[in-house]
Nanobody, 123 residues
């Protein structure tokens, strides 16, 4: 059982930056593809970014490409999401998730989820 704990959310003005972290309990963290998803009120959970087990491949939703960067440190069992040029429409609860499947953008394929961290971007 992999436990994931997100941190780093908060309130920021439009154009600002935040860095989310997700710490995993599992020693085999490096065997999981890691993803970030978000869910705004009244909307479905949507894919934001994902990173392969080694960190060599990354995937982004079109809406965040060029503004967000996903990275991981397998020695620290942690995945990060650097968010720059934030917009009000980025406001959501952000979740990290882990999967051993090769479908980085599909939330159904993720086996483990964190509790989420709130990101609010004011205009």
């Amino acid at each position: 059982q992999v436990q994931l704990v997100e941190s780093g959310g908060g309130l920021v003005q439009a154009g600002g930056s935040l860095r989310l972290s997700c710490a995993a309990s599992e020693r085999t963290f490096s065997t999981y593809t890691m993803g970030w998803f978000r869910q705004a009120p009244g909307k479905e959970r949507e894919f934001v970014a994902a990173i392969s087990r080694s960190g060599g491949s990354t995937y982004y939703a079109d809406s965040v490409k060029g503004r967000f960067t996903i990275s991981r440190d397998n020695a620290k069992n942690t995945v990060y999401l650097q968010m720059n040029s934030l917009k009000p429409e980025d406001t959501a609860v952000y979740y990290c998730a882990a999967t051993k499947h090769m479908s980085p953008g599909n939330p159904v394929m993720y086996d483990y989820w964190g509790q989420g961290t709130q990101v609010t971007v004011s205009s």
